[in-house]
């Protein structure tokens, strides 16, 4: 049997995962959506690097992710992150509220997922992040362009997701080139 590299077998994941998504872009998502976008989410993860921000300074040993107003999605995560490493580090998934997120809790997780299962508006709590050195993920439509590192969408009922390239070098992360390839850039 052949074997596949870590990193192609997860781009191939998640470039299969793009064509079977069924869901229309909605709040308080099913239970099958969470579980794809928590795949998705932990995809992008692993092919994500956190540099340091000084070269004295060390990388950390954990991974935490960071979800905001979203239990069903955290629970997702933590289940398919129990026993896992992503890049070689232990994770945890913390939760907490979008309106207490701002870049000291966005210093505290490398990623933080602001994918609410209500209506909030987004655009305050990026604004925020800016300079956690963090990925902000979201899930809705135009976010790449407001400040998030990677945002979800749907496009003809399939899952896509867009890259806000100046956001991720201002972040100090270097995201895989097959993982660029894939997503939409927005410079």
């Not at 959506?33 to 928590?38: G, I, P, T």
């Not at 398919?80 to 701002?102: M, P, R, S």
């Not at 966005?106 to 933080?112: D, I, L, R, T, Y």
Request: charged share 25%; aromatic share 6%; with cysteine.
């Amino acid at each position: 049997m052949t074997k596949v590299p870590l990193k192609a077998g997860l781009i191939a994941l998640l470039f299969l995962f793009s064509f079977v998504w069924a869901g229309e872009q909605t709040t308080n998502y099913s239970a099958t959506e969470n579980k794809l976008l928590a795949a998705f989410i932990l995809n992008v993860a692993k092919l994500t690097e956190w540099n340091p921000a000084s070269s004295s300074q060390a990388i950390k040993p954990k991974i935490r992710l960071l979800v905001a107003d979203n239990d069903a999605l955290a629970s997702e995560l933590r289940q398919l992150t129990q026993g896992k490493k992503i890049t070689n580090h232990e994770t945890e998934v913390q939760t907490g509220e979008l309106t207490a997120i701002d870049s000291k809790s966005g210093e505290q997780a490398e990623v933080v997922i602001l994918i609410p299962d209500s209506s909030q508006n987004l655009k305050p709590a990026l604004k925020k992040l800016k300079g956690c050195r963090c990925l902000a993920v979201t899930y809705e439509g135009g976010m790449a362009l407001h400040g998030a590192s990677v945002n979800f969408f749907t496009e003809d009922s399939r899952l896509r997701f867009e890259i806000n390239v100046s956001r991720v070098k201002e972040e100090n992360l270097e995201l895989s080139s097959q993982l660029l390839k894939l997503g939409k850039r927005i410079e």
